[in-house]
């Protein structure tokens, strides 16, 4: 499996994520600037993490016109999957891959810090690693973190199963209290309706060595290589 990792002026995570799917696949991704108009034949798009064009306007609203984002839609309308991490959400949603929008968080404060995560779906190729219902625990580092989407959008997602991700208690029990940035239902993640496109807050590239902490990181890779291969 190949993967392409875009990068925009302000990514900060990108070798992160190029170094995860390294270990995953055997392969280094490639790396492609923002600028470029094509992509090279690949398995998978990835957007990472970071602060694209200094999160001027609204997080993510300059990188959604960057002019590989015509290619990365063309792409995601042939059937390549595209997985957005962190500042890659919000581009997702800013290019209307996927609905909703990223806000500020609820207490106007960055947040960094590992939290719970239950696995809502195991239909996507993103969570073919994890069992449906377990809890992993991933870290977060946002400002603008907040889901948001209009009562309609949130009661597809919900009824589509089609939230990937939600932030619960340590025990994996549904505690708003443990929603780190205010997000509607507090959802951590979603996909799109072929379950191809991806979007979530906290960051599985940073929890993949032990000398990160915690290695709950590494299924999401391991699995995803051997759901596109």
Excluded at 47 to 76: C, E, N, Q, W
Excluded at 125 to 146: F, L, M
Excluded at 182 to 189: E, P, Q
Aim: neutral net charge.
């Amino acid at each position: 499996m190949h993967a392409a990792v875009v990068v925009f002026p302000g990514s900060n995570c990108d070798r992160d994520v190029a170094t995860a799917l390294e270990r995953a696949t055997g392969r280094p991704p490639t790396l492609v600037w923002h600028g470029d108009a094509d992509l090279p034949p690949t398995d998978l798009i990835v957007l990472p993490g970071g602060f694209s064009y200094g999160d001027y306007l609204r997080v993510g609203a300059m990188a959604a016109h960057s002019p590989i984002l015509r290619a990365v839609k063309t792409r995601a309308r042939a059937g390549v999957p595209v997985l957005g991490i962190c500042n890659g959400f919000q581009i997702l949603c800013e290019a209307g891959l996927l609905p909703g929008a990223l806000m500020r968080n609820r207490d106007l404060r960055f947040v960094c810090r590992t939290v719970a995560l239950r696995v809502e779906s195991d239909a996507t190729p993103y969570t073919a690693g994890y069992a449906k219902g377990q809890t992993i625990r991933i870290p977060v580092a946002h400002h603008d973190g907040n889901y948001f989407a209009d009562p309609g959008t949130l009661a597809a997602l919900e009824s589509e199963g089609r939230v990937a991700f939600r932030y619960v208690a340590a025990n994996g029990d549904a505690d708003t209290s443990y929603n780190p940035n205010g997000s509607c239902a507090d959802i951590a993640g979603i996909a799109d309706p072929t379950g191809r496109i991806l979007g979530l807050m906290p960051h599985p590239e940073r929890a993949v060595d032990p000398a990160h902490g915690g290695t709950d990181g590494a299924p999401f890779f391991r699995g995803l290589v051997g759901a596109l291969s």
